[in-house]
């Protein structure tokens, strides 16, 4: 309790700080309409179009939060991930991506590494600890990428952003 009361406390301070901050402007995005079908599950966040593929949205904000936790998808499956930063702050501040990191990678190296690569948006250069990664992003804009699904198994994904894989973190369920 004394940790998340101490995170709201940081993210307020940090909200606070950044109204005097020069905004991005927000990226284009495009749209495309899609048959789509919802996948069975009560609490699934994957819509599987007419192709197969699992879109997922996640949204993240300036509280430093991912507002989903857990993906499902199939082995071999194509998947569509979309991210949308709902905040305000812009990247240099408060940045945001998903890393989707390899089975058995310790969150906390990997995050040490990250750190030393902001010249490439917190990516580490020549690892082979990362599946796939969005690009970081700032408030207002929204990001997408795509890959195949890995082998059957559990995954990790993170906010590689300095100090964010503590809260910004999920699990890729591959079936």
């Known amino acids: 309790m004394k940790q998340v009361f101490i995170a709201l406390l940081i993210s307020s301070i940090i909200i606070g700080c950044g109204k005097t901050q020069k905004q991005e402007a927000p990226l284009k995005t495009t749209q495309e309409t899609v048959k789509t079908k919802k996948v069975s599950t009560e ?50 501040i408060m940045g945001h991506n998903v890393v989707f990191l390899r ?50 198994g559990t995954y990790d994904y993170i906010c590689s952003f300095p100090g964010h894989y503590g809260l910004m973190k999920g699990k890729l369920i591959v079936e």
């Open 43 to 92: 609490e699934s966040n994957v819509v599987v179009d007419a192709n197969g593929v699992a879109n997922v949205l996640i949204q993240s904000n300036d509280g430093m939060r991912f507002d989903i936790r857990k993906i499902k998808v199939k082995s071999g499956q194509k998947i569509r991930l979309t991210l949308k930063h709902t905040g305000k702050l812009g990247k240099k």
């Open 103 to 152: 089975k058995n990678v310790k969150l906390s190296t990997f995050a040490v590494k990250a750190m030393a690569a902001k010249d490439n948006d917190y990516i580490p250069e020549e690892t082979e600890d990362v599946i796939a990664h969005t690009k970081m992003i700032g408030g207002g804009e929204t990001t997408s990428l795509e890959f195949i699904a890995p082998d059957a």
